[in-house]
């Protein structure tokens, strides 16, 4: 990592904007003639053809899986669900009005205290552990706190992180609709290059800190509105509206008021997120049988008006907001879905930074007083 820096010690740039800071072989995001691909696959392959289990193998462990592979790594996920009491009473602790996210960062911190990085616990073991309970945890948390009850967390009648997610939540099989619809979610939100959340995962683990730190790290910044929270803030935007006229007319009027419309616009894409188009699809697909089915249509208005005034495309996270809500899913929930996810891209990261670590630490332009005497504290009135 952090290649660059001794090139040009004056060199500064707003938010990190376009500064290449180290190799990685995980991911590109945007490059030319590349668009997003995951250890050289197109998304939108990967998206059609493959599964959310078969993306986070292929993320942490450097390959597709072959059939016998995928079956073993299956297995081991279900076998990993299960949390441990002392968890479980932690998550009972926190209050009903904790957002979502600090639940999973508080949890999985705590899960970290059971399990510490040693030699028991390590690298893939550690991965794999958070791929396959983190939806035990949020989910525990959630219907306790929401309808009283205690659930399982070892059922294994769903045997994918989708499909098991969403029978935690719903209490009851999900359609294969759905399913298939958060599974390539899953697959769209796995990794993406030196994202913030990423970058910050890279930051703890180059330290030589531990596994869980680094994760932890990376769920506080991912949190964020202008990160993976904008999924949330995008949902809060479109129901708003009941037609594509109100939106149409709202939205004017917020970028009249210079407002930031959540899930618009990209640091690295400048044309548009190739993620977007195969939410959009699923989105326009769930929202057929949705009773609130007009949240498609004026998501489509506020596209139309982002892109007349100020050139601005979706990203990923505008449409996932109407495709998660088509599938029953709580609003406050969406970003813990990208954490799902995430994950595997945050461990891939890790190891790669483990790999090959030299610690992170840029250097700040200083612009605050010059040189100035101490006045000792008796002596300044
Ligand atoms: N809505 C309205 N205007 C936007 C915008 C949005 N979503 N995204 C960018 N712009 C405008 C800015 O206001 C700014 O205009 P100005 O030059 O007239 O001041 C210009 O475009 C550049 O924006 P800036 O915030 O500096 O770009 P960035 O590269 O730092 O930001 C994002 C990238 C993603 C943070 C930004 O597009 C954004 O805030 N989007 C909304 C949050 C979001 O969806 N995040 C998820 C990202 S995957």
Same mark, same amino acid.
């Given at each position: ?13 707003? !938010? ?12 590109? @995001? ?7 691909? /995951? #250890? !050289? ?7 059609? &053809? ?45 209050? #009903? ?11 999985? =911190? ?25 939806? =035990?945890?949020?989910?525990?948390? /959630?219907? *306790? ?15 994918? @992180?989708? !499909? ?5 939540? +719903? ?25 913030? =959340? ?13 596994? /869980? ?10 949190? $964020?509105?202008?990160? $993976? ?12 509206? &009941? ?7 709202? @939205? ?8 930031? %419309?959540?899930?618009?616009? +990209? ?12 939410? &959009? ?17 004026? =998501? ?24 998660? +809500? ?23 990261? %890790? ?8 610690? %992170? ?6 612009? !605050?007083?010059?040189?100035?005497? *101490? ?7």
């Amino acid at each position: 990592m952090i290649a660059e820096g001794k090139r040009n010690m004056t060199a500064k740039s707003s !938010g990190l904007e376009g500064i290449i800071v180290g190799d990685t072989a995980i991911s590109t @995001v945007g490059k030319e003639g590349l668009g997003l691909t /995951y #250890r !050289g696959f197109d998304i939108h392959e990967l998206a059609a &053809k493959s599964t959310f289990e078969e993306v986070a193998f292929l993320l942490t462990y450097g390959n597709l899986p072959k059939s016998a592979e995928l079956h073993a790594y299956r297995e081991k996920l279900i076998k990993l669900r299960r949390i441990p009491n002392e968890l479980k009473t932690v998550l009972e602790l926190m209050p #009903r009005s904790a957002h979502p996210m600090e639940v999973l960062r508080t949890g999985i =911190s705590m899960l970290g205290t059971l399990e510490s990085e040693s030699t028991h616990y390590k690298d893939h073991q550690i991965a794999d552990r958070l791929i396959a309970c983190t939806p =035990s945890i949020l989910l525990y948390w /959630y219907r *306790f706190h929401q309808f009283n009850e205690k659930i399982e967390t070892w059922n294994s009648n769903e045997p994918t @992180v989708a !499909g098991y997610f969403l029978y935690l939540l +719903h209490g009851e099989k999900p359609s294969d609709e759905m399913r298939r619809a958060v599974d390539v979610s899953l697959i769209l939100y796995a990794e993406h290059e030196l994202n913030a =959340s990423t970058f910050a995962a890279r930051v703890t683990a180059s330290t030589e800190s531990d596994f /869980y730190s680094a994760i932890v790290s990376a769920i506080g910044t991912l949190r $964020g509105a202008l990160h $993976g929270g904008a999924n949330e803030e995008a949902m809060r935007l479109i129901s708003n509206y &009941k037609t594509p006229e109100q939106a149409e007319k709202g @939205v004017r009027e917020l970028l009249a008021k210079k407002a930031k %419309i959540m899930g618009f616009g +990209h640091r690295v894409y400048k044309k548009s997120d190739p993620r977007s188009d195969i939410i &959009k699809e699923w989105s326009k697909k769930l929202s057929a049988n949705a009773r609130d089915g007009y949240l498609y249509p004026v =998501s489509e208005a506020i596209e139309k008006v982002l892109w007349d005034e100020k050139k601005l495309f979706p990203n990923l996270d505008f449409y996932s907001a109407s495709a998660y +809500h088509f599938c029953g899913i709580p609003t406050p929930l969406f970003t813990p879905i990208f954490v799902m996810s995430r994950l595997t891209g945050w461990s891939a990261h %890790i190891f790669e930074q483990r790999g090959n670590n030299r610690l %992170i630490r840029p250097e700040a332009n200083y612009n !605050g007083p010059g040189p100035r005497a *101490f006045v000792p504290v008796d002596q300044r009135g």
